[in-house]
């Protein structure tokens, strides 16, 4: 049987950071919200003078409110403790979150795909890389699909930037162009020479 852990705070973390503020849905009513629970193969707990390092191996599963991750690993770095016999339910101080192969990440109707997905509090940023995928719904209901070599989320300005992007989305309404507008222009033809005066 897998190991199952329930940290509370990692379900608000996750979807705070994962799709940019303003792309947060309301916060649930009491009745629908879920404790964040955790299976995987298994798990270890490292507790360091400054850092408590929580790792998760082996058909990783992350579910909580509005929120599913998968991933091969999963590693959760949290501040020091202030007792090691603390309750996991209490670990609310995030350094990182780091998900490893084949991560796939479904919030609502977003959705994100990558081989390493780094969610950092302290720098307000989520950083997907290893082929990653976004896929966001346009205001039609079609999807937005932005690829690259790096996409990074900056939560507090409210920014995606994608490295060697390319976006795929909705197509254009027709703006009215004729073949003849699309048509290379020709070279200008130069005046010809005005003729010599005797």
């Known amino acids: 049987m897998k190991p199952t852990c329930r940290l509370l705070p990692l379900a608000a973390l996750a979807a705070a950071t994962l799709f940019g503020a303003n792309s947060i849905p309301p916060?649930?009513?009491?009745?629908?919200?879920?404790?964040?629970?955790?299976?995987?193969?298994?798990?270890?707990?490292?507790?360091?003078?400054?850092?408590?390092?929580i790792t998760y191996d082996g058909a990783v599963t992350v579910s909580g409110t509005n929120l599913r991750i998968l991933c091969d690993h999963l590693e959760v770095v949290l501040y020091k403790l202030g007792d090691k016999s603390e309750s996991l339910s209490k670990l609310d101080r995030?350094?990182?979150?780091?998900?490893?192969?084949?991560?796939?990440?479904?919030?609502?109707?977003?959705?994100?795909?990558?081989?390493?997905?780094?969610?950092?509090?302290?720098?307000?940023?989520?950083v997907l890389t290893e082929d990653p995928v976004v896929t966001l719904p346009a205001k039609d209901g079609s999807p937005v699909v932005m690829k690259g070599a790096r996409i990074t989320y900056h939560r507090g300005r409210g920014e995606i930037e994608v490295e060697q992007a390319v976006t795929t989305g909705p197509s254009l309404k027709d703006l009215g162009a004729t073949p003849a507008d699309l048509a290379p222009a020709t070279p200008a033809t130069p005046p010809a020479p005005a003729p010599k005066q005797p």
Do not use: M, N, W
Request: avoid cysteine.
């Open 94 to 126: 995030f350094k990182s979150l780091i998900a490893t192969g084949r991560v796939h990440v479904t919030q609502g109707d977003r959705e994100a795909s990558s081989g390493r997905t780094e969610v950092l509090p302290g720098e307000d940023k989520i």
């Open 27 to 53: 916060p649930p009513t009491p009745a629908t919200e879920q404790p964040t629970v955790i299976t995987a193969t298994r798990q270890k707990i490292v507790y360091g003078d400054k850092e408590t390092l």
